[in-house]
């Protein structure tokens, strides 16, 4: 175990829907990272989270979208869902701000299919 | 734009054999990382670079970053099974180019 909680593990929708994945990040760490994977494009960073401020933005699309809350947990948000979203979304956590190196952990990825 | 190559993207190799895995990185950084991600797993840390010449070894994997070529490697000695994973390097510029990946190589070792 990571530290990094996402859920759900699984998700299966249809074209057209809505989704929202949720991420607790490690204790302590204050950024949560977005990335999805696919086994065309790879790993694709979408976006940044520090402190509940966007802090960098990636390759995510205007139907997504992503907001970490007072709590430090992440959603991140997709809508208008399509056949090329099915991915593997995972979130990362770092105590960035400290210096020296900034090592992700990784959670387990949600896995979503859209039928 | 920082772009992130790997090489191979497939490697199968046989079991006591070594082999090395390139990555190339397209802009001034001197912090790399390196991760495993087991199939159909999450990925997990197995090196940081941090400096040109940084050299760090754990079991059979020895991974080194040459910051004026833009290349670090992840040699394998002695390869078993139980290596076989997808290994991705990625770059970290900071500000906004968050860490980049690799495409990620293959590995399967066969006994």
């Given at each position: 175990?990571?530290?990094?909680?996402?859920t759900?593990?699984?998700?299966?929708?249809?074209?057209?829907?809505?989704?929202?994945?949720?991420?607790s990040?490690?204790s302590g760490?204050l950024?949560?990272?977005?990335?999805?994977?696919s086994l065309?494009?790879?790993?694709?960073f979408?976006?940044?989270y520090?402190n509940?401020?966007?802090?960098?933005?990636?390759?995510?699309?205007?139907?997504f979208?992503?907001q970490?809350?007072p709590?430090?947990?992440?959603?991140?948000?997709?809508?208008?869902?399509?056949?090329?979203?099915?991915?593997?979304?995972?979130?990362?956590s770092?105590?960035?701000?400290?210096?020296?190196?900034n090592?992700l952990?990784?959670?387990?990825?949600?896995?979503l299919?859209?039928? | 734009?920082?772009?992130?190559?790997?090489?191979?993207?497939?490697?199968?190799?046989?079991?006591?054999k070594?082999y090395?895995?390139?990555?190339?990185?397209?802009?001034?950084s001197?912090?790399?990382?390196?991760y495993?991600?087991?199939?159909?797993?999450?990925?997990e840390?197995?090196?940081?670079?941090l400096?040109?010449?940084?050299?760090?070894?754990?079991?059979?994997?020895?991974?080194?970053?040459?910051?004026?070529a833009?290349?670090s490697?992840?040699?394998?000695?002695a390869?078993?099974?139980?290596?076989?994973?997808?290994?991705?390097?990625?770059?970290d510029?900071?500000?906004?180019?968050?860490?980049?990946?690799?495409?990620g190589?293959?590995?399967?070792v066969?006994?």
């Amino acid at each position: 175990d990571s530290g990094v909680t996402q859920t759900p593990k699984h998700l299966i929708t249809a074209t057209g829907q809505r989704v929202t994945l949720r991420c607790s990040p490690r204790s302590g760490d204050l950024s949560v990272y977005w990335y999805q994977q696919s086994l065309d494009q790879g790993l694709q960073f979408l976006i940044q989270y520090y402190n509940g401020e966007e802090r960098a933005k990636g390759n995510i699309l205007e139907r997504f979208s992503a907001q970490q809350f007072p709590d430090l947990h992440s959603e991140l948000n997709l809508s208008s869902l399509e056949l090329g979203d099915s991915a593997l979304y995972f979130c990362a956590s770092s105590a960035e701000g400290h210096p020296g190196a900034n090592v992700l952990t990784f959670g387990a990825g949600s896995r979503l299919t859209v039928l | 734009e920082l772009k992130v190559e790997q090489n191979p993207l497939f490697l199968s190799m046989q079991e006591g054999k070594n082999y090395t895995i390139y990555c190339n990185y397209s802009t001034t950084s001197d912090r790399l990382y390196w991760y495993r991600q087991d199939p159909g797993k999450s990925l997990e840390s197995l090196f940081v670079l941090l400096s040109n010449g940084a050299v760090k070894q754990e079991g059979r994997l020895m991974a080194s970053l040459d910051t004026k070529a833009r290349l670090s490697t992840l040699h394998i000695t002695a390869a078993v099974h139980d290596l076989s994973a997808t290994y991705f390097c990625a770059v970290d510029r900071g500000g906004s180019e968050k860490l980049v990946f690799g495409k990620g190589t293959k590995l399967t070792v066969n006994p």
